[in-house]
């Protein structure tokens, strides 16, 4: 690999022709960042790390003569979707082409029952698509308006949605990839299926997303609802037997702290002083019955209305899973997060043992999921960052009660800790990207290798279940 800034970008140019492209500081700026802010470890660590050129594909054709000659000229090629990422995945560690996929975009097709799309389509347009035939996607990022599918497949989890459906990793939510590799001759190939799994949560760094096709469920009529608890275990306690309860239907379950409702400006005032909240998404059919419930559990509902129509003037969506440290780092740009796994028969009670053990510590929140046939949850206290020492303590104290914990400080995928790296996904790496050239630094054949910025927190995998030590 060439040292930094030294790579052959005027020969790479005069080979791509009048593809789109840039060198323009400010742009080059612009696109090489994502919104790893959130993290203060990567503020620091991905500080300075920018493309020598970007370069904007409008067609396949376009890609595949990218993608050939940077091979020829072995320049590393990032990806990059909407730039909705949170761990600076998108950010290109060793400079080079900042591949800029959004110009390739457009529903290819919608049918009953599934969709497909040019890699840069964002995610809402896909759904505006199968409404139109009486179909939604399954789950949809918070970052749903600005977030492409390539970008939501190659590093999202989950999100709305999964608390009914499961996460991406799960069998049958990605229908179809069809990827390009980096090699000498690039190819084209069509994934489908359990081969899917290779390409989520890898970053684009051992192949380049070109189309992806994702399965569809009959359109819901939304009604968003606030709640109000007293306490957060009353509110944790009624969204976990909600998550259970099947028969209502619902596609967000996301419960918050006092003062989590205090700390987002969309929603001052709404939920009572020392008031813990759960935000929902809940069918209108299923409405009676999630009313009754919320009262059973000593909820109050300080809203409710059809989707789109709150008061607070931005999807409600917004302010859950990550999308929610950045409405409250609006008012305090102090607080992070490390993101907690609760896989338990007793979530409730895993989540009780965790919050009692870091009470102090900063607002917790849970986000109920499935995760494979089980409901789980995800979530952490928001915390005031001290010091990398203390998110350390803060993830120990976590795994010994019996959570796992995920590192959202790092930016490659073996130290997040969200994807099982096998032996077939290195194979297909090693096949796919010979040179390693997509995204180097963050999904590497050897483990010892990996760089990407931030810090360690002696993760393991997130979503093996455990019990306390």
């Known amino acids: 690999m060439p040292p930094e800034n030294t790579y052959p970008i005027a020969d790479f140019i005069a080979d791509i022709g009048d593809i789109e492209h840039s060198v323009d500081a400010m742009t080059i700026r612009r696109k090489s960042r994502d919104r790893y802010a959130v993290s203060p470890m990567l503020r620091k660590s991905l500080e300075g790390k920018y493309a020598d050129v970007v370069v904007s594909p409008a067609d396949k054709a376009d890609v595949i003569k990218v993608v050939a000659a940077a091979v020829k000229h072995r320049i590393p090629i990032t990806p990059r979707g909407g730039g909705t990422a949170n761990y600076g995945q998108s950010v290109p560690l060793r400079g080079g082409i900042l591949l800029d996929m959004t110009r390739m975009a457009g529903v290819v097709w919608a049918r009953p029952g599934a969709i497909r799309a040019l890699a840069g389509t964002i995610v809402a347009d896909?759904?505006?698509?199968?409404?139109?035939?009486?179909?939604?996607?399954?789950?949809?990022?918070?970052?749903?308006?600005?977030?492409?599918?390539?970008?939501?497949?190659?590093?999202?989890?989950?999100?709305?949605?999964?608390?009914?459906?499961?996460?991406?990793?799960?069998?049958?939510?990605?229908?179809?990839?069809?990827?390009?590799?980096?090699?000498?001759?690039?190819?084209?190939?069509?994934?489908?299926?359990?081969?899917?799994?290779?390409?989520?949560?890898?970053y684009g760094a051992n192949s380049i997303i070109l189309e992806v096709e994702m399965p569809l469920t009959p359109a819901v009529e939304w009604r968003e609802t606030i709640v109000a608890f007293p306490t957060y275990m009353q509110a944790v306690r009624c969204g976990v037997y909600l998550g259970q309860t099947v028969g209502i239907v619902k596609n967000l379950l996301s419960v918050h702290e006092w003062p989590t409702p205090k700390l987002m400006p969309a929603i001052k005032g709404l939920v009572p002083d020392g008031h813990s909240m759960m935000s929902s998404y809940v069918a209108k059919s299923s409405c009676e019955d999630f009313d009754e419930v919320v009262a059973e559990f000593g909820g109050i509902i300080v809203s409710a209305c059809a989707e789109g129509q709150g008061v607070y003037k931005i999807p409600l969506y917004e302010m859950a899973f990550g999308h929610a440290l950045a409405q409250i780092q609006r008012t305090d740009n102090r607080y992070t997060a490390i993101e907690g796994f609760f896989h338990d028969d007793d979530i409730a009670g895993l989540v009780e043992r965790v919050h009692d053990k870091l009470n102090g510590v900063g607002p917790m929140r849970l986000e109920l999921r499935r995760w494979g046939s089980k409901l789980a949850g995800s979530g952490s206290p928001y915390i005031l960052f001290e010091s990398e020492e203390q998110l350390t303590e803060i993830a120990a104290t976590m795994k010994a009660e019996g959570a796992g914990v995920a590192n959202s400080h790092a930016s490659n995928v073996r130290s997040v800790g969200k994807k099982d790296i096998t032996e077939e996904d290195l194979a297909f790496k090693r096949a796919s990207d010979p040179y390693n050239l997509l995204n180097p630094g963050r999904f590497e054949l050897d483990s010892s290798a990996d760089v990407g910025g931030g810090f360690d927190l002696a993760i393991d995998n997130w979503f093996v279940r455990r019990t306390a030590v």
């Not at 390539?150 to 069998?171: E, H, K, P």
């Not at 000498?184 to 489908?192: A, C, G, N, Q, S």
């Open 126 to 202: 896909m759904n505006v698509a199968a409404r139109k035939i009486g179909w939604e996607l399954r789950m949809h990022p918070t970052t749903n308006t600005t977030a492409t599918i390539a970008g939501f497949v190659a590093g999202g989890t989950g999100g709305i949605g999964s608390v009914t459906w499961g996460v991406l990793r799960d069998r049958g939510n990605i229908t179809g990839i069809e990827v390009l590799t980096a090699e000498d001759t690039p190819r084209v190939i069509e994934l489908r299926g359990k081969d899917t799994a290779l390409i989520h949560h890898a």
